[in-house]
């Protein structure tokens, strides 16, 4: 906070914003968040997701933590060079500060970082960070155009408020897991979907609230819920089921409502082959694979026969992808247009020809030396985003509390 006055005095508060009143904003010079400052108290995946987005988007990240212990993100296992994996993935680009908030001490120094920043996120226990003092209602009324993000497992209110809020609990909740697997075996996904759907949810309230605060002037108070992002993500399988009344089944890579939509064997491996349509699915059949007399036969002409008929056009189909290597076979699907892809696993992900022909690798710092780490999605045209260094444990505590000190010496 070098030089930079309180994030009050530099909002912008256009009472309307149309046509040639609207504010022209020149990001050219930088980020489009540069001068943005968040502080994050927060841990494991969903809020740390977030508040990573918005480092990388150029917004100065002040992450709170707990007096010698951290974020337990920080222990969940120590594999990047003896440090964990979620934590280098989640945390670039923030400044580490340990406060004890159970004191009045710790309290205040957090209280008073608030007053001066844009967001302040958090995803505490439901009620936690109220009774700690951090509302939003109050915390808005010492900084009106503060913008609040209240993250939790199944929101503030009903009768799941103050049940454990895990990934996979909720995946589970959410039915989630209902739709993942095969036939046989249910199954989370792989990643943590949910705690991943509420971090991305958090970061479009926080622009979005924050453009709107640019032309009214007024901060945000947000609620955002693990249960409700999976539940926005179940999509279609709900649909089905509130209009379909029907379960969708588990159908391992394949679709449930699309074939052919699955994996099919080759001479020396196997490929996934994705038809969208009707169109897809005679070129795929009559072009690709040779059996032209199938293109427009009425048991396989729809989608909706082909559903019908699922395990007869899968053994129709990987009965002539098994004529070719995969090699010859992806390079005929792409050569007609048709969906497909390669099943790799993470040494071909590492390996990628895309990453690696679109230069997208980066190094980044870390208290153990640098590490590689993919550029963010978000792919401006006039600046590459920040990533800046993953942090130590309180590695910035002394500085930013010696920085607070003399921006408030020098307020009016």
């Known amino acids: 906070m070098p030089d930079r006055p309180r994030a009050r005095t530099l909002r912008l508060t256009w009472p309307t914003c149309s046509g040639d009143r609207c504010p022209v904003i020149d990001n050219s010079a930088g980020p489009p968040l540069a001068g943005i400052t968040v502080i994050a108290l927060e841990q494991a995946v969903a809020a740390p997701l977030a508040t990573r987005h918005l480092a990388d988007l150029g917004a100065r990240v002040i992450k709170i933590e707990r007096v010698g212990e951290g974020d337990f993100a920080r222990n969940y296992d120590d594999a990047v060079h003896g440090l964990a994996s979620h934590f280098v993935w989640l945390n670039r680009g923030k400044e580490s500060v340990e406060l004890d908030l159970k004191t009045e001490t710790g309290r205040d120094v957090l209280r008073r970082l608030i007053a001066r920043a844009d967001v302040f996120l958090q995803n505490l226990a439901p009620g936690a960070a109220a009774r700690l003092g951090f509302g939003a209602e109050e915390l808005r009324a010492e900084n009106p155009g503060l913008v609040v993000i209240d993250m939790s497992g199944y ?192 040494e071909g992900v590492v390996s990628h020809p895309q990453l690696a022909e679109r230069n997208r690798w980066r190094d980044v710092g870390t208290e153990v030396g640098p590490v590689r780490a993919v550029l963010p999605p978000m792919t401006f045209a006039d600046v590459e985003l920040p990533m800046g260094d993953v942090p130590a444990l309180g590695q910035h505590t002394a500085a930013v509390l010696a920085e607070l000190a003399q921006v408030e010496k020098n307020e009016p």
């Open 155 to 346: 929101g503030d209110a009903g009768p799941y408020r103050d049940r454990k809020a895990y990934d996979m609990l909720v995946q589970a909740e959410t039915g989630l897991i209902s739709v993942t697997g095969t036939a046989d075996d249910a199954a989370k996904t792989g990643i943590p979907t949910s705690d991943i759907a509420a971090g991305m949810y958090a970061l479009t309230s926080v622009l979005s609230a924050l453009v709107r605060r640019a032309i009214t002037g007024a901060g945000a108070s947000v609620a955002v819920s693990m249960f409700d992002a999976t539940v926005e993500w179940m999509g279609h399988p709900l649909y089905m089921r509130l209009y379909g009344d029907r379960q969708t089944p588990r159908s391992g890579v394949g679709h449930a409502a699309i074939v052919p939509y699955d994996r099919y064997p080759t001479s020396d491996g196997e490929i996934l082959i994705g038809v969208q349509n009707d169109r897809g699915w005679r070129v795929l059949i009559a072009e690709v694979l040779g059996r032209p007399e199938l293109a427009d036969d009425p048991r396989y002409a729809t989608n909706i026969a082909r559903v019908q008929r699922r395990a007869e056009v899968d053994d129709l189909v990987a009965a002539e992808t098994k004529r070719f290597t995969t090699d010859e076979l992806d390079a005929k699907l792409a050569d007609a247009g048709v969906p497909a892809a390669e099943i790799r696993d993470l």
